[in-house]
């Protein structure tokens, strides 16, 4: 981690959370307003240390998505679902994932290989969810909300949308 650019980013309302995510090519960091820059210079090694350990876990692939949506539809889904494909798509810009209930292939935006493994595991099963209900019923909001950290995921990726707006 030590080539790859670090850019510090201070809010004011920020108070005590530090809080980094790796953005293009860059880690960005950030810190609240008030912070010293002694204790700046502590978060930016240990989140970098934190990035670089979490790099260091396997690869996100194609194959380990299917192998965890399979995983998935067995635990929250009696196995019963056909999957007909399942990969990441850096096409995949405005969703999270989509699902065609004709063929069975889901699409995984690129952007959630680098969050926390219970947010692609929800979205996973969102996706899956849709194998059953095209639309967004409270058939699907049920079977959906199997996922024990369906709610915080879902907080997760609201929250991780609104900080990548750009006012567009």
Known sequence: MKDIPVKVIRSPRRRKTVSARMSNGELLIYLPARMSRREERE??????KR?????????R????????????NK?????KLKIGSISFSDRQRRWHG???TLTGDIRI????KEMPHWVLDYV???ELA?????????????????YPYAERARGFLIARDMEDWDGA
């Open 124 to 126: 996973i099963v969102h």
């Open 109 to 112: 935006s690129s952007r959630l």
């Open 75 to 79: 635990k929250y889904f009696e196995g």
């Open 130 to 146: 849709h194998l059953i209900h095209g639309g967004h019923s409270k058939e699907f909001w049920r079977l959906v909300n199997r």
């Open 61 to 72: 692939t194609d194959e380990s998505l299917m192998k965890r949506a399979e995983e998935l």
């Open 51 to 59: 990035m670089a350990a979490k790099r260091g876990r396997a690869p």
């Open 43 to 48: 978060w930016v090694e240990r989140m970098k």
């Open 98 to 100: 989509s699902c065609s």
